[in-house]
């Protein structure tokens, strides 16, 4: 097993290499942080010059990503274009883009396993139609029509109604909170509808997964034989059954993850999260763009996490079936 | 992949899926099927049952036959063909252009503008119309060039094996780890905000997508050449090229369809975020994502400027879903969900 995870976790650096490489090609070759220096008349061009210099502009492409990748590899993100270190920047992003990820992960994955095991224990039932029309419907929605339903007509009804602001819509905080408990609850508060938009575009799909994982299952061998030895339906469903539909869940989630992190980019841009989807997107598009070391930064990171979350995945999922082998 | 099935049994069978769990057996006919699902082929159910003249049908009928019987992808169809129809022939027939400007600003659906207009005077239902028509031939180009591109790579790499194989599936690896929409914007920025055609935007997409239906077909293809026609056609000495265009493409081509449809959807949801943030289609063009956009600012004001066109992006995509699910269970019947 810790073979196993090594040499997964080789590979992963490999492809993390490559992507990096030909990505950060592309992006600094997308454009010119300086074109609006340089529009500008007032700046002279040893201005100009100066920040090329400190940019390394005025090195070739190839060197260019070299000092990134050592840096990189020393923990240093480099520069922004306005002249901040990229990392202490970062951390503090990732922080509030997981208040928001983390939450709405585990809740879709308990409502979809939930609603899935349900809709197949009573197929064709009432409840089984509810869940599929409602799956169909999320499934087909996109993720920032849903924000802005709940940003622009569910939330201002609701504050309008109660009178004070119960569901904020702009930002992951008040700043100025002090507290533990009122950071808390201020924190919950503004959680609350960026992590409902994470979770309905999320759930839909695993609901249907863990629904058809659920009746493959349910249809098997062996359940017949658990319920014709006359084991009660309940110790059927939940022992027998139950146990062994989790497992293809696993690979489904830890593939979606990377689904989830790209619609948190959408998410903190609808809702005003300070978090990195939305540091990224500025520097992707903002006005001093291409910010190369930002989307840089950004890019590794979230790969980082992705390619960790798929090696936990399929530790999980060869701990949960035995007849799985890491070699 | 499915063994083509020497004959049609119910396809009472292929809708109601399997029994209620715990159901007491299993009737390899769908007998057992709870009451109240339809029998939709009481005719060819007799006629398994009875044993007797069961007249050969060709797989293409026996794939029409269940996609005639799925309701819902006729509904999706009907709904596909009734947009389609709306966004190419209707502007032909309406007296606004989407980049014309009215006398109207800021008014509610009326006779006259039956969507309303926005706080500039345009009149949203030619935006929607043309936003409509673009978001579809956009979808309907990534899937022919995903679909087409994909299934070449993916036959080439499932086939030969080796280092196609490697090298394809590295690639994919890739981009497995990173967002797909943030590779999307990073390639979006550097192309869209100079050239904001559609067919860019297109492009980029099919860029990303041709992925997924090579990895799909380099599966389909790896458990194909394993097989005993297969290999039967190699000892009697056909040619690689007869064997992939004439036995494994055409075995393969139902989850290759099905997912071609699925792609238009996916397509038509990933172009209109990339819109949706400005990074798809530019103004003066207009876009599902691109209207869903503008709506948002005058949301509290003016919310059927943000209802019609989501409205339409939603019934779009729910469309071609379902008719991507009847298809399924159509060509493709041992992979589907069951429903």
Same mark, same amino acid.
């Given at each position: 097993?810790?073979?196993?995870?090594? *040499? *997964?976790?080789?590979?992963?650096?490999?492809?993390?290499?490559?992507?990096?490489?030909?990505?950060?090609?592309?992006?600094?070759?997308?454009?010119?942080?300086?074109?609006?220096?340089?529009?500008?008349?007032?700046?002279?061009?040893?201005?100009?010059?100066?920040?090329?210099?400190?940019?390394?502009?005025?090195?070739?492409?190839?060197?260019?990503?070299?000092?990134?990748?050592?840096?990189?590899?020393?923990?240093?993100?480099?520069?922004?274009?306005?002249?901040?270190?990229?990392?202490?920047?970062?951390?503090?992003?990732?922080?509030?883009?997981?208040?928001?990820?983390?939450?709405?992960?585990?809740?879709?994955?308990?409502?979809?396993?939930?609603?899935?095991?349900?809709?197949?224990?009573?197929?064709?039932?009432?409840?089984?139609?509810?869940?599929?029309?409602?799956?169909?419907?999320?499934?087909?929605?996109?993720?920032?029509?849903?924000?802005?339903?709940?940003?622009?007509?569910?939330?201002?009804?609701?504050?309008?109604?109660?009178?004070?602001?119960?569901?904020?819509?702009?930002?992951?905080?008040?700043?100025?909170?002090?507290?533990?408990?009122?950071?808390?609850?201020?924190?919950?508060?503004?959680?609350?509808?960026?992590?409902?938009?994470?979770?309905?575009?999320?759930?839909?799909?695993?609901?249907?997964?863990?629904?058809?994982?659920?009746?493959?299952?349910?249809?098997?061998?062996?359940?017949?034989?658990?319920?014709?030895?006359?084991?009660?339906?309940?110790?059927?469903?939940?022992?027998?059954?139950?146990?062994?539909?989790?497992?293809p869940i696993t690979t489904v989630v830890a593939l979606d993850f990377a689904t989830v992190l790209g619609g948190a980019v959408i998410t903190e841009i609808v809702f005003g999260w300070e978090g990195m989807g939305r540091f990224f997107f500025e520097a992707l598009v903002g006005p001093v763009s291409p910010d190369v070391n930002v989307v840089m930064a950004y890019v590794t990171i979230i790969a980082a996490l992705i390619i960790i979350f798929n090696i936990i995945a399929d530790i999980i999922y060869g701990l949960l079936d035995p007849r799985i082998r890491y070699a | 992949m499915p063994e083509p099935p020497a004959f049609e049994t119910s396809p009472g069978a292929m809708l109601a899926g399997s029994p209620t769990p715990l159901g007491g057996p299993v009737s390899p006919l769908g007998l057992g099927q709870p009451a109240g699902v339809p029998q939709p082929d009481a005719d060819a159910l007799a006629a398994s049952q009875a044993g007797l003249t069961i007249k050969a049908r060709s797989q293409f009928q026996m794939a029409y036959t269940r996609f005639i019987h799925h309701k819902m992808a006729l509904i999706g169809l009907g709904v596909f063909v009734a947009i389609l129809l709306f966004s190419t022939i209707g502007p032909l027939f309406w007296h606004y252009t989407y980049a014309q400007i009215t006398s109207q600003f800021g008014t509610g659906p009326s006779l006259a503008h039956p969507f309303g207009t926005d706080t500039i005077g345009h009149d949203l239902f030619a935006e929607v119309m043309d936003a409509t028509s673009t978001s579809i031939q956009t979808a309907l180009v990534v899937a022919a060039i995903a679909t087409g591109l994909g299934t070449l790579i993916g036959a080439a790499a499932g086939y030969y094996g080796k280092w196609a194989d490697s090298v394809l599936m590295r690639f994919t690896d890739l981009i497995l780890i990173v967002p797909g929409l943030v590779i999307l914007l990073v390639l979006a920025n550097t192309v869209s905000k100079a050239i904001g055609n559609w067919l860019w935007i297109a492009l980029i997409l099919s860029a990303l997508f041709w992925t997924y239906l090579a990895r799909l077909v380099r599966g389909v293809f790896l458990s194909l050449r394993e097989r005993e026609f297969i290999e039967a056609e190699h000892a009697i000495g056909a040619s690689s090229a007869r064997i992939i265009l004439r036995h494994m493409i055409p075995n393969a081509i139902g989850p290759v369809i099905v997912n071609a449809t699925l792609t238009v959807a996916n397509a038509i949801l990933v172009e209109a975020a990339l819109s949706f943030l400005g990074l798809g289609i530019q103004p003066p063009q207009v876009s599902l994502g691109l209207l869903i956009a503008q709506g948002e600012g005058d949301a509290t004001v003016l919310p059927y400027l943000?209802?019609?066109?989501?409205?339409? %992006?939603?019934?779009?995509? %729910?469309?071609?879903?379902?008719?991507?699910?009847? %298809?399924?269970?159509? %060509?493709?019947?041992?992979?589907r969900v069951r429903a």
């Open positions: 097993m810790g073979a196993y995870i090594l *040499r *997964r976790l080789a590979a992963g650096i490999v492809v993390l290499a490559v992507g990096t490489f030909g990505l950060y090609i592309l992006v600094s070759l997308s454009g010119n942080p300086l074109a609006n220096l340089m529009a500008n008349p007032h700046i002279s061009p040893a201005t100009i010059r100066a920040a090329r210099i400190e940019l390394h502009l005025n090195e070739p492409l190839l060197q260019r990503y070299w000092t990134w990748l050592t840096g990189m590899l020393h923990g240093d993100f480099g520069i922004s274009t306005l002249g901040q270190a990229v990392g202490p920047q970062l951390w503090p992003r990732m922080w509030v883009t997981l208040q928001m990820v983390l939450p709405a992960t585990i809740i879709a994955i308990i409502l979809g396993i939930g609603l899935g095991v349900m809709s197949a224990v009573r197929q064709y039932s009432i409840l089984d139609h509810i869940s599929t029309g409602l799956a169909y419907i999320f499934y087909a929605t996109p993720v920032f029509v849903i924000a802005i339903l709940l940003k622009d007509f569910l939330a201002v009804k609701v504050d309008n109604a109660v009178g004070h602001p119960v569901l904020y819509t702009v930002g992951q905080n008040n700043p100025g909170t002090t507290g533990v408990w009122s950071v808390f609850v201020d924190g919950l508060a503004h959680d609350v509808l960026p992590v409902v938009t994470l979770v309905l575009i999320t759930y839909a799909g695993w609901s249907r997964y863990q629904r058809a994982s659920m009746l493959d299952v349910l249809n098997a061998d062996y359940v017949r034989l658990a319920r014709a030895k006359g084991l009660s339906r309940r110790r059927v469903l939940y022992v027998h059954a139950l146990r062994n539909a989790l497992i | 943000f209802y019609f066109p989501a409205a339409f %992006l939603i019934a779009i995509v %729910l469309a071609v879903n379902f008719i991507g699910d009847g %298809l399924r269970d159509a %060509l493709d019947p041992q992979q």
